[in-house]
């Protein structure tokens, strides 16, 4: 039988009681991060355009477009929320999965919960765990796949493992049984998709995919409420999830590995600063060295960055050039951001305004950053090492390595850091949010398993 039918079954009996302590809290952790990156990204270049067409489209008032107000059908709420939280590329990673998670099921578990009306926090906590437990051990299951080194993969794991994720949890939300949250994943995978071209394109689409993976799995639940049947062999049927997108190669061990005792969730990075995940380790290495010797962009020769031959590197590695959207382009840089730490000595949301990442001096310092891809990785989990070596016109050459990048489960941030980061992503929101309303927000997401209906947390962001 397909192995679909364990996670629905574990999806079914699953309650708030039978999440881990620590699980539980770092769901909460990375709910408050990934609502403060959809306040920050609520600015960012196409939020907008999007945010516009769905109210132009109208329907029933049923979910909140978070930030801008205002309700619109779950689906549409799910997409809005989703491109919002997934623009400013400052949301969680797994980085052994390579998904981000909580931004394809957070928009869709809130817009189900909006839209069922009386959902409660401890049911709200209980649908993201098993949601992004889902998204993350398909990401893990795939990239432990035999070949996978050989042939690596053309789509987007957030979007096409995302959407699984979304679709149980808001099947989980909507109190599907068993056979009816297999039909919700079933019909999920009848929309499943995301390229990477977008990436290599550096598209706004880019930061859109996920959120057409929240808009679907919130449909595929809805649908399955409704008694519509999907696919049944979903993830190991010959057309199915492993088989018809990644040529059949996955760990079944990794996917099924202490299912419903052990949360991947707990797992999660959370990103320091608001990029790929890629340049991070070069931007703490850079910022280490600048900190410690006080090194002025004035006295940088050259700086050559070493990264590991993974072919996701292969993406940030080349020169920093301004193509179609300078945001993407800049976040996607390996050159960029690091000429960022060396000058601003900080790399934050300002980092990639355009009119930052038109700075001439940061385009001169850019155009002194070689990377070569020359390191072994430390495991296929990791994404060190990196080492960045920069030489001083006075013929000095310093050095830093970075293997546990910043935020990782490894090398966490604190709870004050996650905070400051929350606090400071409100900032960028496109409509004020005052003190006491932020204060409030903080104060509902950390005692979110005492809420009797989570649209008192909605309220606080419309």
Same mark, same amino acid.
């Given at each position: 039988m397909d192995v679909v039918?364990?996670?629905?079954?574990?999806?079914?009996?699953?309650?708030?009681?039978?999440?881990?302590?620590?699980?539980?809290?770092?769901?909460?952790?990375?709910?408050?991060?990934?609502?403060?990156?959809?306040?920050?990204?609520?600015?960012?270049?196409?939020? *907008?355009?999007?945010?516009?067409?769905?109210?132009?489209?109208?329907?029933?008032?049923?979910?909140?477009?978070?930030?801008?107000?205002?309700?619109?059908?779950?689906?549409?709420?799910?997409?809005?929320?989703? &491109?919002?939280?997934? @623009?400013?590329?400052?949301?969680?990673?797994?980085?052994? @999965? &390579?998904?981000?998670?909580?931004?394809?099921?957070?928009?869709? $578990?809130?817009?189900?919960?909006? $839209?069922?009306?009386?959902?409660?926090?401890?049911?709200?906590?209980?649908? &993201?765990?098993?949601?992004?437990?889902?998204?993350?051990?398909?990401?893990?299951?795939?990239?432990?796949?035999?070949?996978?080194?050989?042939?690596?993969?053309?789509?987007?794991?957030?979007? &096409?493992?995302?959407?699984?994720?979304?679709?149980?949890?808001?099947?989980?939300?909507?109190?599907?049984?068993?056979?009816?949250?297999?039909?919700?994943?079933?019909?999920?995978?009848?929309?499943?998709?995301?390229?990477? *071209?977008?990436?290599?394109?550096?598209?706004?689409?880019?930061?859109?995919?996920?959120?057409?993976?929240?808009?679907?799995?919130?449909?595929?639940?809805?649908?399955?409420?409704?008694?519509?049947?999907?696919?049944?062999e979903v993830l190991e049927g010959k057309f199915g999830f492993f088989n018809l997108y990644w040529n059949g190669a996955y760990s079944r061990g990794d996917l099924l590995n202490h299912l419903g005792q052990r949360f991947e969730g707990e797992n999660l990075s959370f990103k320091p600063y608001p990029c790929c995940r890629y340049t991070h380790g070069s931007i703490e290495a850079t910022l280490r060295i600048v900190s410690h010797h006080s090194i002025k962009p004035s006295d940088v020769s050259e700086v050559l960055v070493h990264v590991p031959t993974l072919k996701f590197f292969d993406l940030v590695s080349r020169p920093f050039e301004i193509r179609g959207d300078p945001q993407v382009d800049a976040q996607f840089s390996i050159p960029y951001t690091t000429a960022a730490a060396i000058l601003r000595r900080r790399v934050f949301l300002n980092d990639f305004e355009e009119a930052a990442i038109r700075d001439p001096e940061v385009k001169r310092l850019s155009e002194k950053v070689k990377v070569l891809q020359d390191l072994n990785p430390e495991s296929r989990d990791s994404l060190g090492p990196v080492i960045v070596e920069i030489q001083t016109l006075d013929g000095k050459i310093y050095r830093e390595e970075v293997e546990k990048f910043k935020g990782s489960p490894g090398h966490p941030l604190t709870m004050e850091e996650c905070q400051e980061k929350f606090r400071e992503c409100a900032r960028f929101s496109v409509r004020p949010i005052k003190g006491a309303q932020l204060t409030a927000l903080m104060d509902v997401v950390g005692n979110l398993e005492e809420v009797k209906d989570v649209r008192e947390l909605t309220s606080l962001l419309a």
């Open positions: 039918v364990e996670f629905a079954e574990n999806a079914e009996r699953m309650g708030f009681e039978g999440i881990p302590p620590e699980a539980r809290e770092m769901t909460k952790r990375f709910i408050l991060d990934t609502l403060g990156t959809t306040l920050a990204g609520s600015s960012a270049p196409g939020v *907008q355009a999007v945010v516009d067409l769905v109210g132009h489209w109208g329907g029933k008032e049923e979910a909140t477009v978070l930030v801008f107000g205002g309700k619109v059908p779950a689906p549409q709420a799910a997409l809005a929320n989703s &491109v919002m939280a997934h @623009a400013r590329d400052f949301d969680d990673t797994h980085d052994g @999965a &390579v998904v981000h998670a909580n931004v394809a099921v957070l928009p869709s $578990a809130l817009a189900c919960a909006e $839209a069922r009306g009386g959902v409660s926090g401890r049911t709200l906590i209980t649908a &993201v765990a098993l949601g992004v437990d889902l998204t993350c051990r398909l990401g893990l299951a795939v990239g432990k796949g035999s070949d996978f080194s050989i042939q690596p993969p053309g789509f987007v794991r957030t979007s &096409v493992c995302g959407i699984f994720g979304a679709a149980l949890a808001c099947g989980k939300i909507l109190g599907l049984e068993v056979e009816g949250l297999r039909n919700a994943l079933g019909i999920a995978l009848s929309q499943a998709g995301g390229t990477r *071209q977008v990436v290599a394109d550096l598209s706004l689409t880019k930061r859109m995919q996920p959120a057409f993976a929240a808009m679907a799995g919130t449909l595929s639940a809805f649908l399955a409420k409704g008694g519509i049947t999907g696919a049944k």
